[in-house]
């Protein structure tokens, strides 16, 4: 994309007309380097077939010049069609802003995703080229080891994924990003640079501008590594799943709504922990939280603590020997979070400890009834929250504000903070909770 392109002074054309035509794919197109690249050489390929190519742009509107591009990449198709490239031109606006808590990044994720899928199945077309390339891979697969991440993680991005029904594909996958430099000079492609690529405040970006000069020069051969760590976890991953699968189908077809535990847990501890894992994600649709995990881990293996776990997207409950998923937490679902409780976003990668955005507005205020056990930190017992008091040494009066519960599940105690085991870490969107009932001073984890 020319930088110093004419701008189109027309409105961004839309999705237009039903699909009627050649068949044909399309190419999510940011207008960036790489997408430019991969639609330019897309339409050559599809030319010689006699194919057509859907050039999709998302326009997140979280930045000012936003409108800007789309209208540039707009004029840039318009002038490729017109010297007879088989191309039609789409774009779309997101809606809405991300919420309190939410990661920008996670959100436009989302909703470019869910944009690209709408704007392939209004155009007839099930095949959506992406631009991502081997750096962009080796980044991933880094990234996600610094997260901690299993096989399934590290296997990073895949060639080929069918979702929403469409094969969402990475062509270059594999190509580095030397060759797609070496594209755009030869056919003096121009493109739009998204300031948003230089800002620190993305982990993507500080990897890219301080780790990777570094990691490249006393390491040359980490991009290549990292691929085939990437191969080696994508193997592994099928063969887990394969495994749990079969675990699960050996439980009867019952398992898939109600797990029983006992069988479970006769497994050696590893193969539970995947037939598990695997079973809450196929429930929640949602990767399960590490830290989350080990709680509920705890808890069934010893066979008593809580009867229900709040969890991303709703909440797992034991009852009978037998595990059930609940799309949300029943009972007490107020609309807005209790009054006198206030939130606010943590950075994603603050070491502090937070609560799950969704689970907001299902807590409910209760009054201390004693028995209450808290789990001050990580790894520690839970303990009687008067224990914990004393502990923490807060004063009698400070001890009278009300309990935080989603359903049975003690969240939130003003003065002591959240209980370790409803608490997420970095890396995730998460709010600090703050205690502040009218006219009252302000008590996060500990009171002010
Ligand atoms: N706003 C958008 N509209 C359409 N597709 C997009 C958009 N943003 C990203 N994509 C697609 O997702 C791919 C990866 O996105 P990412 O933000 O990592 O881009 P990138 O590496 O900067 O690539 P590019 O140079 O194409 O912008 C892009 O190459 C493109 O195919």
Known sequence: MPAADPVDPGPVPDADGPPAGPPGFAVAWSGGRDSTA???ASLRVARGLGLRVHAFHIDHGLQAASADWARRCAAQAARWARA????RFASRRLEGRPGPGDSVEAWAREGRRAALAALAREAGVDLLLLAHHAGDQA???????LRGAGPAGLAAMPARQWRQGLCW??????????????YLRRHRLRWIEDPSNAEPVHARNR??????????????????????LARHAAEAAENLRALAESDLALLGPAATQALPLVPVLDHPPARAR??????IERQSGHPVPADRFESLWLALTAGRGPAAWPWPGGQLRRYRGLLRWGATAEGCVPDAPPAGLRAEPLPIDSPEPGLPPDWLPRLEARARQGGERFQAGPGRPPRALKKQFQAAGLPAWARQAPLFFLGET??????LGLDARCALGPGQPRLRLV??????????????
């Open 84 to 87: 007879g490239a088989p191309l």
């Open 139 to 145: 980044e991933t697969v880094l990234l996600q080891a």
């Open 410 to 415: 003690l969240v939130f105690v003003p003065g």
């Open 169 to 182: 594909a990475r062509p270059w996958r594999e190509q580095p990003r030397r060759a797609i430099e070496a």
């Open 38 to 40: 991969l639609l330019h």
């Open 435 to 448: 205690w502040q009932p009218e006219g009252g001073r302000p008590a996060a984890g500990g009171l002010a």
């Open 274 to 279: 995947l037939l598990l894992r695997h079973w």
């Open 207 to 228: 990897l890219r501008q301080h780790v990777w000069p570094a990691l490249d020069s006393a390491f040359p051969q980490a991009g290549s590594a990292l691929l085939r």
